[in-house]
């Protein structure tokens, strides 16, 4: 394990280095890679450094997934079996070639959606959990942006008793990106040629309670020796993202934690606009990692590529992370929901203090200094003329 985090580290640092207006990566995206058929989902994002390749396989075949698998060759490939894949058994249904290329792979889940409101008591009201797995899906090919490196997966439930999903849908938007930079909308998350984005969106969805909030579930699956750990970090820079001064991060790290291997990283707020502002912000909380103590969906692809060892071979952690605020009542007017999270290997991006707040603070730090140092220097000079104009008496 030692051994490859190192490897993993200098594949990264290397393509991250060559990132800028020529871009760090090359990228390609496939709809359903040796399969005609658009009734199920698997997109694959190909990602080509200088001397290795990251591939997400994101699916919506049971609860939505992307597998990220980092390997040492710049011709690794994805190998599929359909008829297994779709089979009650998909075990081995999903391979990289060459198997000896790969360094690092692991997987995120979208298992579940929650919704819950606050009655007088306090006490938290629980609706009938929405399972993912259970969702049925559009075709992603119709949304597939080859220019843009974008794709959407909408969906709604396969039952809607309550009707809740009538008039609305829920979705995972996915963008790749070639090289670093910073998004444009807010909330501006900083991205490497080493990362993907993931939008989770809740529109039109019709609440049921007068105070509804919402809990996504996140699933992560890492081989043994893998730790995943939560991160929390603070700055008073809130340029980019007005207001929100907290980014948390979930890191996976080796057990002896000298290096990271991948990330799930986002900043503290959801956004109650198609283009948000910051009076659109909705609270963003999350509640606490734990090991997973259920099983995945069986027809997730995670089994496919890690075969029946998942919770044994490997572990599955989870956290939830919830969206509203206190009243609930932020998507109860606006019935729109947009959290946003970066993805992918190695060290997660960090920010730092942009010029203009350099500037502010080198202004507000700066000017009192002057001041006191100009009237240091005019008390100085005072006392200085009031001594030589003395004349001494004979």
Same mark, same amino acid.
């Given at each position: 394990?030692?051994?490859? +985090?190192?490897?993993?580290? @200098? *594949?990264? #640092?290397?393509?991250? &280095?060559?990132?800028? $207006? ?5 990228? !390609? ?113 119709? +949304?597939?942006?080859?220019? @843009? *490196?974008? #794709?959407?997966?909408? &969906?709604?439930?396969? $039952? ?5 999903? !009538? ?228």
């Amino acid at each position: 394990m030692a051994a490859r +985090t190192v490897l993993l580290s @200098a *594949l990264l #640092a290397a393509a991250a &280095g060559r990132g800028g $207006a020529a871009g760090g990566r090359q990228v !390609s995206m496939q709809y359903n890679p040796g399969w005609n058929n658009s009734s199920v989902n698997l997109l694959h994002v190909r990602a080509v450094g200088p001397s290795d390749t990251l591939h997400y396989i994101w699916s919506s075949i049971g609860a939505p997934t992307v597998l990220l698998v980092a390997t040492e060759s710049r011709t690794s490939s994805l190998g599929i079996n359909w008829t297994q894949l779709l089979s009650p058994a998909p075990a081995g249904a999903i391979w990289i070639d060459p198997p000896s290329s790969i360094i690092y792979s692991t997987a995120v889940v979208f298992t579940k959606v929650f919704e819950y409101s606050e009655a007088q008591t306090l006490e938290e009201l629980f609706y009938p959990t929405y399972d993912l797995s259970d969702f049925s899906w559009d075709s992603v090919n119709h +949304t597939l942006n080859h220019t @843009a *490196l974008m #794709a959407e997966f909408t &969906g709604i439930p396969a $039952a809607d008793p309550s009707g809740s999903f !009538s008039n609305g849908s829920l979705a995972f938007r996915v963008t790749a990106y070639e090289a670093s930079g910073r998004d444009r909308p807010l909330p501006s998350l900083l991205h490497t040629a080493n990362s993907s984005k993931v939008e989770f969106v809740l529109a039109g969805v019709a609440p049921r309670g007068n105070s509804s909030r919402f809990v996504l579930e996140v699933a992560t699956v890492e081989e043994t020796g893998v730790a995943q750990k939560l991160r929390s970090a603070r700055s008073i820079d809130d340029e980019y993202t007005p207001t929100i001064f907290e980014m948390l991060s979930l890191v996976a790290e080796s057990q002896n934690g000298s290096s990271t291997l991948s990330f799930l990283q986002w900043k503290a707020t959801a956004y109650g606009s198609q283009t948000p502002r910051r009076e659109d912000n909705i609270q963003c909380r999350s509640r606490g990692l734990q090991a997973a103590n259920w099983t995945l969906p069986v027809s997730s692809i995670v089994r496919a590529y890690f075969g029946e060892g998942v919770g044994s071979t490997y572990t599955v952690s989870a956290i939830n992370i919830s969206f509203g605020g206190e009243d609930g009542k932020v998507y109860q007017e606006k019935r729109y929901l947009s959290w946003s999270a970066l993805l992918g290997f190695g060290q997660p991006p960090k920010d730092t203090f942009s010029p203009l707040v350099i500037s502010i603070m080198a202004v507000a730090l700066g000017t009192p200094m002057g001041m006191l140092l100009v009237g240091s220097c005019l008390v100085l000079l005072a006392q200085r003329k009031r001594y030589s104009e003395y004349e001494p008496i004979n």
